[in-house]
Structure formats: structure tokens, C-alpha cells
């Protein structure tokens, strides 16, 4: 029983530990990021650097998908690599366990307890169109709602790591194993170049035909939504993966750059705060074409550098206080919009004056409040499948282990 409530606060030995907090700033960007948009019409004066700022939040994503595309591509190379196959439905089987109940909860509770709060508090006027938004539950209850928007607000990322959990293990197993391994790494290469080719052109010959509210709709339903116009950030992850896997003097290279590794650390978090800070997300233009790949690829050399052995902001992001915020960043990320859209409101408007600096000063606290939920959240509806999940791995790892043991039996001469 202890270890049911307490697991979460043990650090896990299969961590990577400068991820997790790596991770946990992640989601304090996604909060101040959506923290500004629910309210930023009431300070219209805002500093442009800190416009930008706020709602480069999303940069984040930025930040997940990559990782994920890291985390996930990782075993299942090493897997292709010892067995020439990969066992798809055990791995369908533990992404179902880890993803499903916490996101199908939350989408009943989201149906028959939140949408009609919402029903009951809401003006007249706006009753029609939170009733017609219900009915699209369907788009987010299929992992399609980054193509047909559905009734969570951030649904559509979810929808995009859903379709890349499927597509990924099909891919690897009906292409890429029959790619010689000398053009394994090009080909992975090639991939990235697709949709940055379909987002140049795209917004050459549409979207900068626009202007205004026009633009940013186009922006958001054709590029930054749609599997097709975004997951070269997963993709990135999944080079990072074979790199990690296959070239690892690539890697090492890098570990063992010396006091000049330090200077290209922190010339990457500055290069990312500065970018954010310049960069206005909803202005169109050729930033759009490349920035999901610009921001790909600042995290993954975070990512490489703060592995790092006496790297200063390593061991920063390797502080244990980080495990549990990295552990529960799944359940955070599905109820943070319902946990956090009253709470910040009180917050912000506390004194019934707007001050455009009030935003980074309650990420923090907003931001806990979020975990606090996302704890009791993950105790009902993830840590149980987890367990359930382990008890198969251990299972299947038995049973292999048994059936190894039968071959090579199988193989010891006859004495008799």
C-alpha cells in the first residue's frame, strides 16, 4: 500500500535523469503559455518580447514530442536490431495500459460532468456552441481531433503521439527492417525533409495569401495540428534514437567536448530564450516553415548535453525533486486546462487589475496546483494499469527467458 502512494517520489534506476527535469520545464511553459492566451485580450499594451515570450510557450511540445519520439524508437531499434522483428502486439498492449485509461476517464468525466457545469454557468447566448462542441467528443474518443477538433482544447496532441504510436511500430516493421543498414540513417533523414516541404509550400501558396485571424486558422488546422504538418518533431527524436542506438561515438564525441561543452550548453538555453522572445508564433511567414525543426533540435542538444557527466545544468536537471513532476506529466497534461482556468482566474484577477508580469509569477503556483490534482488523478486512473502493465512485462520476460532456455536445449547433443 505504501508503495502505491509513495512509488511515484522513488526515483526509477531506467531514468534518464536530466529528462525529468527537462520535462517538469516543459510543462511550466505549457502552463504559462496557456495561462496568456485564456486572457490575453485584457492587457492589450503587453510588451511584444514578452507577448512572444508567453505564447512561445507552446515550444514545450516541442520538447515532448521529440523525447517521445526518443523513448519510444529507442527499445524498439534495439529490439529490430537482436531479433529482426519486433513484438507489435506487446508493445500495443503496454501503450494501451499506459495511455488509454487516464485519457478515457477523463473524456467521460469531460462528457457527463464538466461540459454540463459548463452548461449551467454559461450565458445564453454561448449554450448553442458548447452543446454542438459536446457532440465531438467522437474526434477526441478516436485520436482524431488534430484533424476534426473535438471537446479538449489540447486533444489534438494526443491525437498526433496516438497516430505516431500506431504508424511507427507498421513502419518499422513492413519498410524500414528491408532498408539496408547503411541507408537506415538517410532514410530517417529524408522523412524530416517531407513536411517541411508540405509546410513551405503550404505557406507560400496559401496561408501568406491571407492576413489576420484568416492566416493563424489556416496556421493552426493545416500545420501545427495535423500529423502530416508537425511530426517532423517526433521524427527528430527518432533520429536522436538511432544515433543513441547505433552511433554511439557520435554521442561521445559530443559527452567529451571539455569546458567548451559548458559554454555550448547554456549557448542553447539562451539560444532558446531568445528565440522565444523574438519570435512571434502567429506571424506568418518562413519562421513557421522551420520552426518546429529550429526547436527540435535546441532541445535534443540539450538533451545530449546534460548527459553530460559534471555538467553543471545536468545536474541541475537531474535533481531527484524532479522524478515525480516527470512521472506525473501525462495525468498533468490531460486535466491541467479544467484544474487551472478557475484557479489562475482567481489568481490573475485577484486585485481586479491585470498586470502583464502576474504571469510568470503564477506559473509556479498555478503550476503545482495542477500536479496536486494530477496526483490523485494518476493514483485512480494510471497507477493501477501500471501495475497491470508490469505484472505482463514480467510475465512475457518469463516466459521468453523459458523459451530461450528450451532453444538452446533443444541444441546440447545426445549423451545417451
Request: glycine share 6%; proline share 6%.
Amino acid at each position: 500500500m505504501k508503495e502505491y502512494f509513495l512509488g511515484i517520489f522513488r526515483p526509477d534506476e531506467r531514468e534518464i535523469a536530466p529528462f525529468n527535469g527537462a520535462r517538469t520545464i516543459g510543462f511550466f511553459m505549457l502552463i504559462y503559455g496557456h495561462m496568456y492566451r485564456t486572457v490575453q485580450i485584457f492587457i492589450p499594451d503587453i510588451d511584444p518580447y514578452l507577448r512572444n515570450f508567453l505564447n512561445n510557450g507552446s515550444v514545450c511540445l516541442d520538447l515532448f514530442f521529440p523525447l517521445s519520439g526518443f523513448l519510444i524508437a529507442s527499445p524498439l531499434f534495439a529490439e529490430l536490431e537482436s531479433k529482426g522483428t519486433i513484438n507489435w502486439k506487446f508493445f500495443y498492449i503496454k501503450r494501451s495500459l499506459r495511455i488509454f485509461p487516464p485519457f478515457y476517464i477523463f473524456l467521460i468525466l469531460q462528457y457527463f460532468v464538466f461540459i454540463p457545469a459548463m452548461l449551467k454557468s454559461a450565458p445564453p447566448e454561448l449554450i448553442p456552441q458548447i452543446e454542438a462542441a459536446k457532440s465531438k467528443i467522437w474526434f477526441d474518443f478516436l485520436y482524431i481531433s488534430n484533424y476534426f477538433k473535438g471537446t479538449m482544447f489540447h486533444g489534438w496532441s494526443l491525437s498526433l503521439e496516438e497516430q505516431f504510436y500506431i504508424a511507427f511500430p507498421i513502419f518499422l516493421l513492413v519498410i524500414f527492417r528491408y532498408i539496408p543498414k547503411p541507408f537506415r540513417l538517410g532514410s530517417l533523414i529524408f522523412l524530416t525533409a517531407l513536411p517541411l516541404i508540405y509546410r513551405a509550400i503550404f505557406m507560400y501558396t496559401v496561408i501568406l495569401k491571407t492576413s489576420g485571424s484568416e492566416s493563424v486558422d489556416l496556421y493552426n488546422a493545416n500545420i501545427y495540428y495535423p500529423f502530416h504538418g508537425h511530426i517532423d518533431s517526433v521524427l527528430y527524436g527518432i533520429i536522436f534514437a538511432y544515433i543513441f542506438n547505433f552511433h554511439k561515438g557520435w554521442v561521445e564525441k559530443a559527452l567529451q567536448l571539455g569546458p567548451w561543452a559548458n559554454y555550448l550548453h547554456a549557448g542553447l538555453w539562451i539560444g532558446l530564450l531568445a528565440y522565444t522572445a523574438l519570435a512571434n508564433e502567429f506571424e506568418m511567414g518562413f519562421h513557421q516553415v522551420v520552426r518546429f525543426p529550429s526547436f527540435a533540435l535546441l532541445w535534443i542538444g540539450i538533451f545530449i548535453l546534460s548527459m553530460r557527466k559534471g555538467d553543471p545544468i545536468g545536474k541541475f536537471l537531474s535533481w531527484k525533486g524532479f522524478s515525480p513532476f516527470a512521472k506525473l506529466s501525462y495525468c498533468a497534461y490531460i486535466i491541467h486546462i479544467v484544474v487551472m482556468a478557475p484557479i489562475s482566474r482567481k489568481l490573475l484577477f485577484a486585485d481586479k487589475k491585470l498586470e502583464q508580469h502576474e504571469f510568470l509569477l503564477y506559473t509556479i503556483p498555478v503550476g503545482l496546483a495542477v500536479f496536486f490534482f494530477a496526483y490523485f488523478y494518476h493514483l485512480i486512473t494510471e497507477k493501477p494499469f501500471a501495475i497491470l502493465k508490469d505484472k505482463l512485462i514480467a510475465k512475457y520476460k518469463v516466459k521468453m527467458t523459458s523459451q530461450v532456455f528450451s532453444e538452446q536445449l533443444q541444441k546440447v547433443p545426445d549423451l545417451k
